[in-house]
């Protein structure tokens, strides 16, 4: 069924997919799509942000905002820092909506039996979506239907005949342009059941495992996937496994592929362009092949593209580095954007990230430009060892001396990372990718770095010199930096942790005093004082300014 005609007329018997009541038809989602289509219809305005939690109540709101003229924005969750970062964008929102914000919601589905309804125009339906931010700040794209249409019937005619007759499990949000194209609107064109999102990977076996079944998730999702559970039971039910939104390691891959029994198929695009190309695992050239319609080209080393998936016609020239091999395919070379100066050295983040990963006892690595007077090279590394990220300082620091010294063989001194943090897992956003504002903030300290003046058994005292760059100065005192209390009593248990055996579970505090606020550039003397019992901490702040903060700290086993 094509897109502009999919919910016109009712085709009772038809399964769309599993709803939150049991298996939903044609007819049941095209009468849902009405009563949305009224909603929308009796409000002012053109945009809508929407954001419903319901794979099949989402596509019936989609449809019955379009039939009613209206244009959609996508948001990404329903957070309320998300809906005040759309708020600019539309008129107002619908859909599920956190208590507090008013919105639109739909009514009751009338009793009247369903109408026939025009056939949409593709090139006046819009839906707005933003880009993931991976290198800046999100940004609003406009992707008409006819551009949504083409891409679908490019996945049908590349892949129809690996997921003919098999249900959709997901585990990427339909909120998402990827999400929306291979969990909503393709498999609702090409007849194919929807389910809900599956969260949990014990749910994903157990769906998996019901029939013949494709899988759409990202790299994320995919390298985290559990081998303690029953995947057998999925063998030969799961006919393709897709996965989008980030490259695609070899070791990710090949454990989806050990697990699901299928290699996973890599879908390379954007926001701005659709989808591009395609490969699939274990080819040992990594070779992608163009989807059908797309026609691409090497502008100075990058690719360039041509395809119906794009809002204009002509050649979209991307920030992607390629080599054409023999065959009519590409093989991908890393970002161009990603080639960073410093000191008037040219460094590739993609070689430092590749070369870090061949690293013993690194699973994971990014590599990002610190701004400020001087910018820096800094590295996020989640270590094989999970243990070294709670070890002593100097253990860490040995670690990243051995990445420093790998690195060293194939990068000067200046091309290498000066600055490191060790990390349980890279920072995802909601479609599974790295976003460089959250590998930056990994990199503003937490904690002041103590400068130690005397450590005994019951008796200890430090300096603490507050870097203007501390998180907790962020946000907390809008109108001014000022060190919390919350923080200074934080710090007192945290450094009180590294002298005494204290006891784990904390009861109350006592008799805490604040004085003085402190501010960015001050240094700070906390006395730190352990009780007979054992069990009672007294802290103290003071600098030259007199005393700051005092109190005590009781824990549960206190006598």
Known sequence: MALDSLLTCPQAGRPVGLGAHGMVDHAALQARSCAWQAAFAARPGRDWALYVE????????????????KRVVLCADNLPGTLQQVAAY???????????????????????APQARDVLDERSCELVVFTSGSTGQPAAIVKRLDQLAREVEALQQAFAGLVEGAQVHGTVSHQHIYGLLFRVLWPLASGRPILPRRFFHEDLVAGLAQGPSILVATPAHLKRLPGQLSWQSVHGQVRAVFSSGGPLS???????TRLLAVPPIEVFGSS?????????????????????????????????????????????????????????????????????????????????????????????ARVLVLPGA???????????????????????RAFQQSLNTHLASHHDAVTRPRRWRLCAALPLNAQGKVTQAALQALFQPLLPEPQWLHRGPEQARLQLALDPALKVFEGHFPQAAILPGVAQLDWAIHFARQCF??????????????????????VLDLELNLGPAHGVLAFRYTSAAGVHASGRVVFADAA
């Open 250 to 256: 070899a070791e990710a891959a090949a454990l989806a």
């Open 374 to 396: 001087r910018e820096q090279l800094a590295a996020a590394v989640v270590p094989v060892d999970p243990t070294l990220l709670d070890a002593p300082a100097e253990q860490r």
């Open 501 to 522: 055996a204290l006891p784990a579970h904390f009861q109350r505090l006592e008799t805490v005093k604040f004085q003085h606020v402190a501010r960015p550039g001050d």
């Open 90 to 112: 539309v008129d107002g929102h619908a859909g599920d909506l956190p208590s507090g914000v008013s919105g639109l919601a739909c009514g009751a589905v009338t009793t009247a």
């Open 54 to 69: 319901d794979t099949l109540e989402f596509a019936a709101a989609l449809y019955g905002a379009w039939h009613a003229g």
């Open 272 to 364: 701005e362009t659709g989808g591009i190309a395609w490969r699939q695992s274990g080819d040992a050239q990594g070779a992608w092949r163009p989807l059908p319609g797309v026609q691409w080209r090497l502008d100075q080393d990058c690719l360039s593209v041509n395809s119906a998936h794009l809002a204009e016609p002509g050649w979209w020239a991307t920030q992607d580095r390629a080599r054409a091999l023999a065959d009519g395919s590409f093989q991908l070379l890393g970002r161009a954007d990603r080639i960073v100066k410093i000191e008037e050295r040219r460094v590739s983040l993609d070689a430092l990230e590749r070369g870090l990963c061949l690293a013993p006892g690194v699973a994971e």
